[in-house]
Nanobody, 123 residues
Framework: QVQLVESGGGLVRPGGSLRLSCAAS??????????MDWYRQAPGKERELVAT???????DYAGSVKGRFTISRDNAKNTVYLQMNSLKPEDTAVYYC???????????????WGQGTQVTVSS
């Protein structure tokens, strides 16, 4: 199956910025990626949807990040990005990417998840 590998997390001060990346790879698999999303999960809280982008580039955001975060993708590289600006302590969480995958050979669709990357916003 296709695997998602995230990068870009870390420690940043309030008001700072980070850019997360998530690349899909699947040697030997012929696939198409439909929607791609970023989720986050803070300690003691449920996982929540942060941002989503369709294959055509239509985006949507959680109200708490609208105007501060920007999701984008490069279909040629099978990669999704999350630019996070004006970060707040409440943005601290493990961030996960999710992709809706269509396997062209088996004609089967499924969701793939990344392993998660920690984002900590603290002074």
């Amino acid at each position: 199956q296709v695997q998602l590998v995230e990068s870009g997390g870390g420690l940043v001060r309030p008001g700072g910025s980070l850019r997360l990346s998530c690349a899909a790879s699947g040697s030997g698999w012929i696939f198409r990626i439909n929607a791609m999303d970023w989720y986050r999960q803070a300690p003691g809280k449920e996982r929540e949807l942060v941002a989503t982008i369709t294959r055509g580039g239509t985006t949507d955001y959680a109200g708490s990040v609208k105007g501060r975060f920007t999701i984008s993708r490069d279909n040629a590289k099978n990669t999704v990005y999350l630019q996070m600006n004006s970060l707040k302590p409440e943005d601290t969480a493990v961030y996960y990417c999710n992709a809706n995958i269509y396997d062209i050979v088996s004609k089967r669709g499924y969701d793939a998840w990344g392993q998660g990357t920690q984002v900590t916003v603290s002074s």
